[in-house]
Nanobody
Framework: QVQLVESGGGLVQAGGSLRLSCAAS????????MGWFRQAPGKERDFVAH????????YYADSVKGRFTISRDNAKNTVYLQMNSLKPEETAVYYC????????????????WGQGTQVTVSP
């Protein structure tokens, strides 16, 4: 079992930045690849970013490339999402997720989920 707790969400103006954190309970955290997703009201949960177990590989949704950065610190059992140049349309609940599967990008590939943290971007 892996328990995930997100933090760092909040209200920010368009063009601003936020850094989300996701703390994991698992002692085997380093064996999990991690992802970030987001879900706006009335919309599907969308993939944002993914990082491999050792941080060697990262993948991003096209909409966030060049603005968002995913990283991890296995010594702290934590994954991060640095978000820059935020846009109002990126207002959503942001979730982190963990997987030991080889695929990424689709929510069904992730086995464990956090409760989410609200990010609100004002115009």
């Amino acid at each position: 079992q892996v328990q995930l707790v997100e933090s760092g969400g909040g209200l920010v103006q368009a063009g601003g930045s936020l850094r989300l954190s996701c703390a994991a309970s698992a002692r085997t955290f380093s064996s999990y690849a991690m992802g970030w997703f987001r879900q706006a009201p009335g919309k599907e949960r969308d993939f944002v970013a993914h990082i491999s177990w050792n941080g060697g590989m990262t993948y991003y949704a096209d909409s966030v490339k060049g603005r968002f950065t995913i990283s991890r610190d296995n010594a702290k059992n934590t994954v991060y999402l640095q978000m820059n140049s935020l846009k109002p349309e990126e207002t959503a609940v942001y979730y982190c997720a963990a997987t030991q599967r080889s695929r990424y990008g689709q929510s069904v590939e992730y086995e464990y989920w956090g409760q989410g943290t609200q990010v609100t971007v004002s115009p």
